[in-house]
């Protein structure tokens, strides 16, 4: 009986030292258990000439140069006005935040991944940036996605019940509520307008002091987007398929 004993009080002290242990680790630095993807390389962009003195602006969203977007456009399988979205909207998020180090070919292989650049089921961008028609994601009803109940009485996904994503960037109607931006300055932030779906997608990847060109800062921006690894796994390798093309130089 003595043996018994001694032997339980010796498994609760190994319990305790493994728990113990435990947490020890989780709260040390590094101690995440999701694996760093490495940053894919920043692709480059030629941006059109501006008047002298125009670098000196403030908040004026620089486009690319037009002749540079037709070939890379062609070259990528972009659409023209996708692409010329995703340029600006980076642009723009690292001018507001110059440590993120966003790249747009990042942007745009999670518009690739999303909705194909809003062409899913078909679609088109028009000249303004408008989604042709709705782009919207499965219920999420807990059945094979995540439960998430309605929180905007259908108003962007069209149903009352369940909120489903929305829109070329697939944005989940909570998220938009914080996160949507006005890409296009037309006074309005609607997920289904590619400039303003772009831009807060760029400004929700650079959040909470994200570094993009870090393998750690790179995973968790894309993670904190979808909370896949293999999700991640083809944002990366879409990302550096769009920056080895050769007019995209850095």
């Not at 339980?8 to 947490?23: N, R």
């Not at 999700?231 to 879409?238: A, C, G, L």
Request: net charge negative.
């Amino acid at each position: 009986m003595l043996r018994v004993k001694r032997f339980v009080v010796f498994g609760l002290l190994v319990v305790c030292v493994s728990t113990a242990f435990s947490f020890w680790f989780i709260r040390q630095p590094g101690a995440d258990a999701r694996v760093a993807f490495s940053a894919p390389p920043r692709a480059g962009v030629i941006f059109e000439s501006r008047p002298a003195g125009m670098d000196t602006a403030v908040n004026v969203t620089r486009s690319p140069d037009a002749e540079w977007l037709v070939r890379s456009a062609a070259q990528t399988g972009i659409p023209a006005r996708a692409l010329r979205a995703y340029v600006a909207a980076s642009d723009a998020a690292n001018r507001s935040t110059p440590a993120c180090g966003i790249g747009w070919n990042t942007l745009a292989a999670v518009g690739f991944v999303e909705s194909a650049h809003g062409t899913y089921g078909g679609g088109r961008l028009g000249a303004d940036g408008q989604a042709s028609g709705p782009i919207v994601g499965p219920s999420l009803n807990g059945d094979g996605f995540a439960a998430i109940a309605d929180t905007d009485g259908g108003l962007l996904d069209g149903d009352a019940l369940w909120d489903h994503a929305v829109g070329p960037m697939q944005f989940i109607p909570s998220t938009w509520r914080l996160a949507g931006r006005d890409g296009n300055g037309d006074g309005t932030a609607d997920p289904s307008n590619i400039d303003d779906a772009a831009l807060s997608a760029a400004t929700y990847l650079c959040g909470h002091g994200r570094n993009l060109t870090t393998a750690r800062g790179w995973t968790d921006a894309v993670h904190s987007y979808n909370q896949s690894d293999a999700y991640i796994r083809q944002v990366r390798t879409q990302a550096a398929d769009y920056a080895e093309e050769p007019d995209t130089p850095e």
